[in-house]
Structures are given as C-alpha cells and as structure tokens.
C-alpha cells in the first residue's frame, strides 16, 4: 500500500520557520516528480513548490524566496523549508507524487498519490 505521510506542522508566530517532511512507503519515488501543495479554508488547493527526478525545483512567486523544497531519493522523503512565514502562509499542507515517471505534471490531475495533510498557523 502506497502512503505519503506529512509531518512538521504546527503552530508558529510570524518570521518564524518551520521544516515539512513527507515519508513515502509501499513504492519508490525516485522517478516522480513530488510537490507540495495547500489549502486554506474557503480557498482552493495550491501549487506551493514541485521538485523532479534530477531535482529540478519550482517555486510559486507567493513563497520564492521563503520556501524552499528538497529530497532525499536515499530514504524517499521529501522536504519543505518554510522560513520567514507570514499569517498568509496558513494552511493544510499536502504533499504529491506524480502518477507517472519523468514527466512533469502541468496539473494537478496529474498528481494521483497524496498525503493526510498537516496544518501550519501561522499567528501574527
């Protein structure tokens, strides 16, 4: 059975960092693409930051320069630096994987393994 599963979430004052972690299990993802993504309430879900298979990155214009995504092939986990948060930044974080190898999802249909999501407040 597939799992991704968050953690590093919680409760931070503004300026402040907080490290995601996101643990595959059941299959490798060395060849996928992997992102995180979230949710605020009453907002739809967001590309936060993607990395590929060579560890090519992107970064949405609302956290460059704050966030920064990374993996780790070696134990399948993947990784967000979030530093410098803002009140804004409060969410459901989620990560993906994308449904299949070497591509680059240009959707979010095209990510078919997703996690529980952990929450990050982000008080002023």
């Known amino acids: 059975q597939v799992q991704l599963v968050e953690s590093g979430g919680g409760l931070v004052q503004a300026g402040g960092s907080l490290r995601l972690s996101c643990a595959a299990s059941?299959?490798?993802?060395?060849?996928?693409?992997m992102g995180w993504f979230r949710q605020a309430p009453g907002k739809e879900r967001e590309l936060v930051a993607a990395?590929?298979?060579?560890?090519?990155?992107y970064v949405s214009d609302f956290v460059k320069g704050r966030f920064t995504i990374s993996r780790d092939n070696a134990k399948n986990t993947l990784y967000l630096q979030m530093n410098s948060l803002k009140p804004e930044d409060t969410a459901v974080y989620y990560c993906?994987?994308?449904?299949?190898?070497?591509?680059?999802?240009?959707?979010?249909?095209?990510?078919?393994?997703w996690g529980q999501g952990t929450q990050v407040t982000v008080s002023s």
């Open positions: 990395i590929n298979w060579s560890s090519d990155t």
């Open positions: 059941g299959r490798t993802f060395s060849g996928h693409a």
């Open positions: 993906a994987a994308s449904t299949f190898r070497f591509r680059w999802p240009v959707s979010v249909s095209e990510y078919g393994y």
